[in-house]
């Protein structure tokens, strides 16, 4: 079974610094697209930062400038930089994956969410 573990998130002052991380582990082919969503209470998940498997990026722009998505193809891993945090950065943070187990098929692989918390 393919798993998203998420880590890295916590409490930080406005201004602040965190890095997530998430590794995928199991049986699968290769992971196309890795990307980091987050949902703060109350609203829509929303996708912030995206990563193809040749390190292009797209970023939305509530968070240019200040976060950076970066990949390590051969561990299976992707991390979100988050630089000068704000409180309206507080929400649970997703990894998420599209994954290949066959040539035929790509799932949409989910982590379990981590919290980030920025306090003023």
Do not use: P
Request: net charge negative; aromatic share 8%.
């Amino acid at each position: 079974q393919v798993q998203l573990v998420e880590s890295g998130g916590g409490l930080v002052q406005t201004g602040g610094s965190l890095r997530l991380s998430c590794a995928a582990s199991g049986n699968f082919l290769d992971i196309a697209y890795m990307a980091w969503y987050r949902q703060a209470t109350g609203d829509q998940r929303e996708r912030i930062a995206l990563i193809a498997t040749d390190g292009s990026t797209i970023l939305a722009d509530s968070v240019k400038g200040r976060f950076t998505i970066s990949r390590d193809n051969a561990k299976n891993t992707v991390d979100l930089q988050m630089n000068n945090l704000k409180s309206e950065d507080t929400a649970v943070y997703y990894c998420y994956a599209q994954i290949r187990s066959t040539l035929w098929a790509a799932d949409d692989t989910w982590g379990q969410g981590t919290q980030v918390t920025v306090s003023s």
